[in-house]
Protein backbone atom coordinates (compact mmCIF):
# COMPACT_ATOMS: atom_id res chain seq x y z
CA UNK A 1 0.00 0.00 0.00
CA UNK A 2 1.29 3.03 -1.14
CA UNK A 3 1.79 6.02 2.05
CA UNK A 4 2.81 9.43 1.92
CA UNK A 5 4.02 10.62 5.12
CA UNK A 6 4.85 14.32 5.47
CA UNK A 7 7.44 16.13 8.37
CA UNK A 8 8.83 19.52 9.49
CA UNK A 9 6.03 21.57 10.27
CA UNK A 10 5.62 23.71 13.19
CA UNK A 11 6.08 27.17 14.50
CA UNK A 12 7.94 30.08 12.59
CA UNK A 13 8.84 33.95 12.93
CA UNK A 14 8.61 35.45 10.02
CA UNK A 15 11.05 35.84 8.03
CA UNK A 16 12.23 32.68 8.96
CA UNK A 17 12.70 28.75 7.45
CA UNK A 18 11.35 25.76 7.60
CA UNK A 19 12.17 22.18 5.52
CA UNK A 20 8.67 19.75 5.23
CA UNK A 21 9.61 16.26 4.25
CA UNK A 22 7.24 13.60 2.84
CA UNK A 23 8.28 9.76 2.95
CA UNK A 24 7.26 7.47 0.24
CA UNK A 25 6.41 3.94 0.08
CA UNK A 26 5.15 2.02 -2.09
CA UNK A 27 6.13 1.18 -5.59
CA UNK A 28 8.78 3.26 -7.64
CA UNK A 29 9.04 6.66 -6.49
CA UNK A 30 11.03 8.15 -9.44
CA UNK A 31 8.09 7.09 -11.56
CA UNK A 32 5.58 9.64 -10.47
CA UNK A 33 5.32 13.62 -10.45
CA UNK A 34 4.93 14.89 -7.08
CA UNK A 35 3.86 18.03 -5.40
CA UNK A 36 2.71 20.06 -2.57
CA UNK A 37 -0.40 21.83 -2.12
CA UNK A 38 -1.95 23.81 1.01
CA UNK A 39 -4.71 24.96 2.74
CA UNK A 40 -5.56 27.72 4.95
CA UNK A 41 -8.41 27.84 7.48
CA UNK A 42 -11.75 28.74 5.90
CA UNK A 43 -9.95 28.73 2.39
CA UNK A 44 -9.58 25.89 -0.35
CA UNK A 45 -6.74 23.38 -1.01
CA UNK A 46 -4.20 25.55 -3.10
CA UNK A 47 -0.99 24.54 -5.24
CA UNK A 48 2.45 25.38 -4.10
CA UNK A 49 4.40 23.31 -6.14
CA UNK A 50 5.53 19.92 -8.43
CA UNK A 51 8.30 18.55 -10.11
CA UNK A 52 8.55 16.10 -12.55
CA UNK A 53 9.96 12.80 -12.66
CA UNK A 54 12.85 14.14 -14.85
CA UNK A 55 13.04 17.45 -11.95
CA UNK A 56 11.63 19.81 -14.05
CA UNK A 57 9.85 22.28 -11.69
CA UNK A 58 6.89 24.65 -11.11
CA UNK A 59 5.27 26.86 -8.42
CA UNK A 60 2.86 29.37 -7.93
CA UNK A 61 3.20 32.88 -7.58
CA UNK A 62 3.05 33.12 -3.77
CA UNK A 63 5.79 30.35 -3.75
CA UNK A 64 8.16 31.36 -6.67
CA UNK A 65 11.26 32.44 -5.06
CA UNK A 66 10.98 31.63 -1.95
CA UNK A 67 10.40 28.27 -1.95
CA UNK A 68 11.96 25.32 -3.56
CA UNK A 69 10.86 21.53 -4.39
CA UNK A 70 12.97 18.85 -4.45
CA UNK A 71 13.00 15.03 -4.73
CA UNK A 72 15.81 12.47 -3.70
CA UNK A 73 14.38 9.11 -5.16
CA UNK A 74 17.35 6.79 -3.71
CA UNK A 75 15.57 7.82 -0.27
CA UNK A 76 11.98 7.81 -1.76
CA UNK A 77 11.63 11.54 -0.34
CA UNK A 78 10.38 14.69 -1.30
CA UNK A 79 11.67 18.18 0.30
CA UNK A 80 10.20 21.45 0.31
CA UNK A 81 12.54 24.24 1.52
CA UNK A 82 10.27 27.38 2.82
CA UNK A 83 12.37 30.46 3.31
CA UNK A 84 11.27 34.40 3.90
CA UNK A 85 8.01 32.59 5.74
CA UNK A 86 4.65 34.89 5.52
CA UNK A 87 1.95 34.98 8.34
CA UNK A 88 -0.19 34.21 4.57
CA UNK A 89 2.07 30.78 4.65
CA UNK A 90 -0.21 29.30 7.34
CA UNK A 91 -1.57 26.31 6.17
CA UNK A 92 -1.38 22.69 6.34
CA UNK A 93 0.66 21.91 3.97
CA UNK A 94 0.07 18.52 1.97
CA UNK A 95 2.19 16.36 0.02
CA UNK A 96 0.55 14.28 -3.06
CA UNK A 97 2.00 12.14 -5.64
CA UNK A 98 0.17 12.13 -9.01
CA UNK A 99 0.56 12.94 -13.23
CA UNK A 100 0.57 15.91 -15.57
CA UNK A 101 -1.85 16.61 -18.36
CA UNK A 102 0.15 18.56 -20.25
CA UNK A 103 1.25 20.83 -18.10
CA UNK A 104 -1.03 20.55 -15.37
CA UNK A 105 -0.50 18.79 -12.42
CA UNK A 106 -2.88 16.09 -11.16
CA UNK A 107 -2.43 14.72 -7.66
CA UNK A 108 -3.50 11.05 -7.33
CA UNK A 109 -2.82 10.57 -3.73
CA UNK A 110 -2.28 12.82 -0.54
CA UNK A 111 -0.74 12.39 2.51
CA UNK A 112 -2.16 13.78 5.74
CA UNK A 113 -0.78 16.79 5.97
CA UNK A 114 1.66 18.86 8.44
CA UNK A 115 0.64 21.84 10.00
CA UNK A 116 2.83 25.57 9.37
CA UNK A 117 2.30 28.29 11.31
CA UNK A 118 3.96 31.46 10.74
CA UNK A 119 3.90 34.13 13.75
CA UNK A 120 5.89 36.20 15.89
Known amino acids: QVQLVESGGGLVQPGGSLRLSCARS????????MGWHRQAPGKQREFVARITRGGGTMYSDSAKGRFTISREDAKNTLYLQMNDLKPDDTAVYYC??????????????WGQGTQVTVSS
Open 26 to 33: GSIFSSWA
Open 96 to 109: SEGYLVQSDYVPSR
